[in-house]
């Protein structure tokens, strides 16, 4: 599977320690790389379909200072989709309010009916890809309905429902950024954890650095900003626990076997 890393904090700091721990993982995720960051002022955002410690871009990144307030990172391990720009996290939309959302994936989708109809909208193959594309929708039906951009309650109540209806018979480890709030879902245990101290939160699918990672909040919606957490879901209780049946049935699906 993909490996994800999310960051937000108050005030600007410094992400390079964590970020370069964190691409050191490539070998074992060599099917694309991605990063978006932003200061408050200005926003980054690269991604390629080659590995990671491969990449002269992503070398000559890492080389300078990433100061941040707010980041989303991903490395790739593919399950579905060819290696190419379309299927590389992070994915970017925006919705009929003009927000612009950063989205990563690390999980698969095996019942899905609902996205089915975004494998004819969607530029690449992938599963991520097909849930951004129905998270947007959900966001912008609201915003129609309500004839006005949502609000930071209203748009959490939104990726709330989206979850809890993915969640079952999925690996769903969301992070997803707003321009404003970073999101969090994880329903896979071990395999997301959260950093919390003053004023800064890192979030990562395996603990990086020193300091005190934790298991991060299972089965619920979690949102941040600030480097503080703003709001905790209700615990949906939907938990993914591997099937290696399922897993080769979709492996054999995708590869048209």
């Known amino acids: 599977m993909c490996e994800l890393f999310g960051f937000s904090a108050g005030q600007k700091m410094n992400i390079d320690r964590e970020l370069k721990e964190f691409y050191s993982h490539a070998p074992c995720h ?33 080389s300078g200072s990433i100061d941040a307030r707010n980041a989303i990172a991903h490395i790739r391990y593919a399950t579905i989709g060819y290696d190419k720009m379309e299927n590389t996290h992070p994915f970017r939309g925006t919705d009929l309010s003009g927000r612009e959302w950063v989205f990563a994936h ?14 004819h909208r969607q530029t690449g193959e992938t599963d991520s890809e097909r849930i951004l594309l129905y998270m947007l929708d959900m966001m912008n039906e609201h915003i129609c309905r309500k004839e006005g951009p949502l609000d930071e309650d209203e748009r959490f109540a939104v990726l709330e429902e989206m979850t809890t209806l993915l969640a079952p018979d999925n690996k769903l480890n969301l992070l997803i950024y707003d321009g404003d709030i970073l999101y969090l879902h994880n329903n896979c245990r071990d395999s997301l954890y959260i950093r919390e101290v003053e004023g800064a939160v890192a979030i990562s699918t395996k603990p990086l650095c020193s300091g005190p990672w934790e298991h991060a909040p299972f089965t619920r919606l979690v949102s941040f900003k600030d480097g503080k957490r703003r709001r905790n879901g209700v615990i949906h209780g939907r938990e993914y626990i591997p099937d290696p049946e399922s897993i080769k049935a979709l492996y054999l699906m995708y590869s048209h076997l």
Not at 38 to 46: A, H, L, N, T
Not at 107 to 114: A, C, L, N, Y
């Open 106 to 119: 690390n999980g698969t989708i095996f019942k899905g009916d609902i996205l089915t109809e975004y494998f």
């Open 30 to 62: 060599p099917n694309g790389w991605g990063i978006y960051y932003s200061d408050g002022f200005s926003e980054f955002f690269k991604k390629e379909d080659k590995r990671a410690d491969r990449s002269a871009c992503l070398k000559d990144i890492l």
